[in-house]
């Protein structure tokens, strides 16, 4: 089974505060981003790349069914930090078997037709409440934390 130390929601991936904050403070010594489009975007995945090697750790860019595929092939050397964009790719990672017992919600911008839910940085429609209720119905605990010293709040 994979160690994976953390699972994150951040419309961003992988930025300053996950490289600067979250991966220090959850022991990750490798973030796997699961991303269909990120995972063959070279100019993305440099902009990431240079974050998690200023934070020490290292970085692969896999695809939502890669991620599915391999996770389970990852060494016990190796602490997991993962991260998706987006509910409907944690459920998707959920749902095809990567073991998660809980799930951090970070930040979810704004945009057109999306919601506050619960934090003023977390914006739902209603296909994002969805994909976090049939995640919870799978037994994943998920909560809102945007920074590691912020209070969880349970959803």
Same mark, same amino acid.
């Given at each position: 089974m994979p160690d994976i130390v953390?699972? +994150?929601i951040d419309n961003r991936l992988v930025h300053g505060q996950v490289g600067n904050s979250w991966v220090g403070a959850t022991g990750a010594n490798l973030v796997v981003v699961a991303d269909d489009e990120v995972a063959v975007d070279?100019? =993305?995945k440099s902009l *990431?790349? *240079?974050?998690?090697d200023s934070s020490g750790? #290292?970085? +692969? $860019? $896999?695809?939502? =069914?890669k991620t599915?595929? &391999?996770i389970g092939k990852? /060494?016990? /050397? =190796?602490h997991i930090f993962l991260i998706v964009q987006n509910p409907k790719v944690m459920r998707a990672l959920v749902e095809g078997g &990567?073991?998660?017992k809980e799930v951090n919600v970070g930040n979810m911008h704004a945009t057109p037709g999306k919601r506050v839910f619960r934090e003023s940085h977390v914006y739902v429609d209603d296909n994002d409440v969805a994909d976090i209720e049939a995640m919870k119905?799978? #037994? &994943?605990k998920l909560y809102i934390q945007i920074l590691p010293g912020d209070k969880k709040i349970y959803l």
């Open positions: 953390h699972a +994150r070279p100019i =993305q *990431m790349k *240079m974050t998690a750790c #290292g970085i +692969r $860019f $896999f695809s939502v =069914q599915i595929d &391999v990852a /060494s016990s /050397s =190796q &990567v073991p998660l119905e799978a #037994g &994943v």
